[in-house]
């Protein structure tokens, strides 16, 4: 579960709204992902985003693709966690049929596995993965006006979240 969401997180630059709720007796989930609208082929894992802040009622499908080279492809990983979950309908990453992951359980499960990892657990939290995502489009070369779109962006907010090499080196 954690592994995937880790994942998604990272390669679909989620929000952390997008994948968890404030608490499972909230009503409003507005921008939560649903398990529908995933797809998940061999070609690609597509992510088709209804709500999500900023929409205005715009949705936005994004597409991740499968990494061969990678240690930990971002598409196997969901596949596996789909195939654990069952067919069931609601949230795409769930503790139980229906039951969301809240985002204290969320941040309690990344901070075990930055431990175990002997990395600093102050200097990660649930954005780091939107943070890092846009940093390596960055370092990639991807444009501006791409970096805005796959992450959702609707102004310039997204170049404070990329970070400077010499920074992410001293890690």
Not at 18 to 39: G, Y
Request: proline share 5%; charged share 15%.
């Amino acid at each position: 579960l954690f592994q995937a969401m880790f994942a998604l997180a990272f390669h679909a630059f989620l929000r952390i709204g997008e994948i968890t709720v404030r608490a499972t007796s909230d009503k409003d989930h507005e921008h939560l992902l649903k398990v529908n609208q995933v797809n998940l082929t061999p070609q690609a894992l597509t992510v088709n985003f209804i709500s999500y802040k900023h929409s205005k009622g715009q949705p936005f499908t994004l597409s991740v693709h499968p990494n061969p080279l990678a240690s930990e492809c971002p598409v196997q990983i969901m596949h596996k966690y789909l195939a654990s979950r069952g067919s069931g309908s609601g949230p795409l990453f769930q503790l139980a049929p229906s039951v969301p992951v809240t985002r204290t359980f969320f941040n309690a499960q990344l901070r075990l596995a930055l431990a175990f990892c002997k990395l600093p657990t102050d200097r990660f939290k649930a954005h780091s993965f939107r943070i890092g995502a846009a940093t390596t489009a960055a370092s990639m070369g991807l444009s501006d006006s791409q970096i805005r779109q796959l992450g959702r962006w609707q102004s310039d907010a997204f170049k404070k979240y990329i970070r400077c090499s010499q920074r992410l080196s001293s890690l």
